[in-house]
């Protein structure tokens, strides 16, 4: 029984736990498919942590859609890339500083998520859109 020996475990293990590989010389991967789906796993873990970072929440309105977003670059330039390419005008509900937006950016989608219409686009009253300001908070830098 052939065996061979894993690049990341440096185990030796029978070839049949080897993934083939046609432009390997042995037509094997070089990591067995347990580490190499533990790797898989990490990364796929990796894509879906977001970074904790300082920016501004906010929320513009565009003929009665309420869009909650999130920006490091500052508000007016934003206002203007949303701008673009839309015939309507958007304005600036309101705007809250923090230093953990993604939190903040989920924890609203998420509150909003039955009112959905498109992208980070909801139809939701202007009292309610006034009122998710207070949900974000100014959070101390870990």
Known sequence: MKSKVCNTCHISKPLS??????????????????????????????????????????????????????TSYGIRKRLQSIQTGNPFEVKIVWVKRTNNVGKYERMLHQQLK?????????????????????????????
């Open 17 to 70: 736990e080897f993934n083939r590989d046609n432009h390997a010389s042995d037509g094997h991967r070089s990591r067995c498919s347990k580490c190499r789906n533990k790797s898989r796993r990490e990364t796929e873990k990796k894509k879906y942590t977001y970074k904790v970072f300082r920016g501004m929440v906010y929320c513009v309105e565009c003929e009665g859609f309420y869009k909650i977003g999130v």
């Open 114 to 142: 039955d009112n959905h219409v498109r992208g980070e686009w909801y139809a939701i009253p202007k009292v309610l859109a006034k009122e998710l300001k207070n949900i974000v908070r100014h959070d101390e830098e870990s």
